[in-house]
């Protein structure tokens, strides 16, 4: 994924109202952007951080700017969640997430379920059930290279998840995917300890047959791209440096 045109940098003031943001442009001039994140940022909104902005040519846009990346001292933060299922599509056409390969057929925010979803990624092909692909950001890090997920209560996230296991029921196969979007990030768990009720369910997804991937994206201010799997670890501790003192 490149952007067109480039990304212009400036330093973070403050994100408020979840979807604006106040940053100094490289003149110095204060500017506001619009911030597409609906989640806590844990991390990802440090007052006087180096940003990354993307420009919209779209006259009926109040805010044509819009937050794409962040910096903070452990890495290179994509904030933009919509990124993550751009990231997922080209990731699966382009083979590098191989377990997803093989099929005819790839598309998007398809209507399913039980409760009125959409799915992010439907593949389908004659010779094998249908694969549903349900993508989701992942950029909280707590320490020692875990990231978690959801940064904050998810009912959204909760539904999703009963929604791949009645899928997965149906005989078809319901694929789970995090796209981790923060470059400290090396390994990924369920945020127990901020929302409990969606890490018993992605644990009885995964006994349901609920496939569970991770990849993480490369991420440069002018390209982002998935790079490389990354583990899931569903462990019943509240974060890495609990699970180290027991250790």
């Known amino acids: 994924m490149k952007f067109t045109p480039p990304l212009q940098q400036g330093t973070l003031i403050k994100r408020y109202k979840r979807f604006l943001t106040d940053i100094y442009d490289e003149k110095g001039e204060q500017l506001t952007i619009h911030c597409p994140n609906t989640g806590a940022m844990t991390g990802c909104a440090i007052e006087g951080s180096r940003v990354w902005y993307s420009e919209s040519d ?6 044509p700017h819009t937050w794409e990346l962040a910096e903070n ?4 933060i ?3 969640t919509q990124r993550a299922n751009q990231l997922a599509y080209e990731g699966i056409e382009q083979g590098v997430i191989h377990e997803l390969s093989g099929y005819s057929k790839l598309q998007r925010e398809v209507k399913y379920g039980e409760e009125n979803s959409r ?4 593949l389908s092909d004659e010779s094998r059930p249908p694969c549903y692909v349900e993508v989701k950001s992942c950029t909280l890090l707590e320490s020692d290279g875990c990231g978690y997920f959801p940064d904050a209560v998810s009912e959204r996230g909760q539904k999703h998840l009963r929604e791949l296991i009645h899928i997965k029921r149906q005989g078809n196969r319901a694929v789970l995917l995090f796209v981790v979007q923060h470059t ?12 409990a009720k969606y890490s018993t369910l ?15 994206a490369h991420l440069e201010p002018g390209v ?18 609990d699970l180290a003192k027991k250790t």
């Open 184 to 195: 400290g990030i090396t390994k990924v768990r369920p945020a127990a300890h901020i929302d």
């Open 119 to 122: 799915i992010d990624l439907l």
């Open 73 to 76: 001292e452990h890495g290179v």
């Open 58 to 63: 779209n006259p009926k846009r109040k805010y």
């Open 224 to 241: 982002l791209k998935l790079a490389q799997s990354v583990p899931f670890e569903r462990k019943n501790v509240n974060s890495c440096t």
């Open 202 to 216: 992605i644990g009885e997804a995964e006994e349901q047959g609920v496939e569970i991937l991770c990849y993480r």
């Open 78 to 80: 994509c904030i933009n």
